[in-house]
Each structure stands twice: as C-alpha cells, then as structure tokens.
C-alpha cells in the first residue's frame, strides 16, 4: 500500500513536470518522456494487480478470522453444555445426600427428645394436680375467713348496738364550755338528724357546724338558744 502511494505521486509530479515542459523538449526529450510514460504505466498497473492481491489476501484473513471465531463460540457453547449437565447431576447428588442427612438427623432428634417429652408430660400432669389441690384448699380457707368476717361483723353490729349513749357532751372553747344535752337530742329529734345514715359514733362539732343549720338554725326553728351567752357558759 505505501508503495502504491509513493508511485501515484511520482506520476502526478511528471505528469505535471511533462505539461510544463512539453513545447521545450527536443524528439531525442520527447522519445524518452514517452519511455519514462510507458514505464510509469507499466508501474502503475503493477501496482493496481498489487491491490488487488493485497484486498485478496486481507478477504481471505478475514474469512479465516470469522471461521476460527465459528468454530471458537461452537466449541465453548458445547463446554457450556457440559459443565452445565454435569452441574446438574453433582446437584442431584447433593440434593439426595442432604435429604439423608436430614432423615438421620430428625430421627436422632426424635430419639433424644422422646425421653424429655414424656418427662415433661409427667411434670405437667403433677403439677396440675398440684395446682388442683392448693386451689382446693385456698378455697376452703377463703370459706372460713368469709365466715370469720361475718361472725365478726354480727358480733360487732351487736356491740354498737348495746353501747350506751352519753347523756351530755360537754365541748370545750375559749369563748365558754358548750354542754349538748345528747340523749335529749337523741330522744327527741333522732339519731340521723345529726349522725345522718351513717351508724352512730362521734364526730368533730366544728365552729360552722354549729352556727349553721347543724345547731344554730334547727334552734331557731324549735326555740332553741341561739345566743352566745345562751350556748357558751364560762
């Protein structure tokens, strides 16, 4: 190819060299101009048949080429092929020798959990039946206590039933001790009427208690003393 080129340039400058010099030369310039033409066509076909076998020898590379990648890819498509099948059949192998290990394991598993299983059927049938009986018995004991209770609240019922009211209630204060004629009040306006629903018992007779419609105001209704020196005796 580099010689190819080297020889189009040589014919293009003595072509152009021939044009310029043409009407100067002599027939002795002019017979060897045209020798010099011939020779130039002689090369120039020469070099067009090297061409031609050069574009056949590069067509010819190129179909060897192609051919010997063909038959590359067909032979590493068949190693494909077999490193897959025999893939298949080591995970085959495998497949069944862990469905062995498998089987042995879980009948190894059942051989040794067999023993604590019944074991622990048995703990769990004893503590049932103990968890029965101390159920049993916390029952009977909440029975008894439930009667206790009773029996105690009757017997108490009973005591603040038979405990004797004071007939005064003397109720120390600075301005003059007041003295509250107690079974009087009881006889008269009833227990509830200051004690209210609950069972008798003391209670704090505070300073507004009194001055309102505990003492102050049910005096003013029944006549009672509602003055100072009247309730407060120094």
Known sequence: MFRFSGLCVLMLLLALSACSEEQQQTPAEQQQATETSNTLE???QKAN????????????????V????NEATRQGAAAVEEAKKELAAVSTTAGQKASETTQTVVEKTKAVTAPATEKASELVASSSQKVNDLTSKFQDEEKNLTGLADSTAASSAQKVSEVVPPETIALENKFGTVTLTHKFHGETYGCATCHGDNTPGPFELTKDLAHSNMCK????????????TECHVK
């Open 42 to 44: 002689e090369a120039k």
């Open 49 to 64: 048949e090297a061409v031609e076998k050069a574009k056949a020898s590069v067509e010819d590379a190129k179909q060897a």
């Open 66 to 69: 192609e051919k010997s990648v």
């Open 217 to 228: 105001d049910c005096h003013k209704g029944s006549g009672g003393p509602v003055g100072c």
